[in-house]
């Protein structure tokens, strides 16, 4: 499975963004997935995850209620929807995909990475 992440960039304290993973090669339906991010000189975190049918969804404490994820298994694509960003949530974003129907909350839990993507936050 290959994993493509977008929709990174720079936005100001309060913005939003929508990040995108499109995954080919596999049957994407048949993968939970999980966004991740890293910040400098820090280890990669859960910050979102899913469920293979998008019917069940998990948050990381500091982002409930702030972002969204979802999933399009017509389209083979994952998203974050991020909204009220902070300056704390600048980071590199990854996309990843679980050989399972149910979703994980660590990095070895999960099978297949994107490469990532830039998410800056400006004060």
């Known amino acids: 499975v290959q994993l493509q992440a977008s929709g990174g960039g720079l936005v100001q304290a309060g913005g939003s963004l929508r990040l995108s993973c499109a995954a080919s090669g596999g049957t994407f339906s048949n993968y939970a997935m999980g966004w991740f991010r890293q910040a400098p000189g820090k280890e990669r975190v859960i910050e979102a995850a899913?469920?293979?049918?998008?019917?069940?969804?998990d948050y990381a404490d500091s982002v409930k209620g702030r972002f969204t994820i979802s999933r399009d298994n017509a389209k083979n694509t994952v998203y974050l929807r991020m909204n009220s960003l902070k300056p704390e949530d600048t980071a590199v974003y990854y996309c990843?995909?679980?050989?399972?129907?149910?979703?994980?909350?660590?990095?070895?839990?999960?099978?297949?990475w994107g490469r990532g993507t830039l998410v800056t936050v400006s004060s």
């Open positions: 899913i469920t293979y049918s998008g019917g069940s969804t």
């Open positions: 990843a995909a679980r050989r399972r129907f149910y979703s994980g909350t660590s990095v070895s839990e999960y099978d297949y």
